[in-house]
Nanobody, 117 residues
Framework: QVQLVESGGGLVQAGGSLRLSCAAS????????MGWFRQVPGKEREWVAA????????LYEDSVKGRFTISRDNAKNTVYLQMNSLKPEDTAVYYC??????????WGQGTQVTVSS
């Protein structure tokens, strides 16, 4: 089992940057593919980015390609989301999650990102 805690959210102007962190507890962190999701009130949670267990493969939702970068440090049990060129439409609560077999089974509590225009 994995416990996840996000941090790094905040208020930033459009065009600015933030780096989100997701700290994991549990000795098996480096066996999980990890992902970032986001959710706006009244809308479904949407997938943003994912990274394989060893960091060798990364995937991005089209609207964040070229602006966001997902990475991980297995020695620190942490996954990151570097967000550059932020837009107001990126405003959301951001969640990290761990993929258990084929299910995003473990979730953090979320961190708020607000981008002002």
């Amino acid at each position: 089992q994995v416990q996840l805690v996000e941090s790094g959210g905040g208020l930033v102007q459009a065009g600015g940057s933030l780096r989100l962190s997701c700290a994991a507890s549990g000795r098996t962190f480096n066996s999980y593919d990890m992902g970032w999701f986001r959710q706006v009130p009244g809308k479904e949670r949407e997938w943003v980015a994912a990274i394989s267990w060893n960091g060798g493969t990364t995937l991005y939702e089209d609207s964040v390609k070229g602006r966001f970068t997902i990475s991980r440090d297995n020695a620190k049990n942490t996954v990151y989301l570097q967000m550059n060129s932020l837009k107001p439409e990126d405003t959301a609560v951001y969640y990290c999650a761990a993929l258990n077999d084929t299910v995003w089974d473990y979730w953090g509590q979320g961190t708020q990102v607000t981008v002002s225009s």
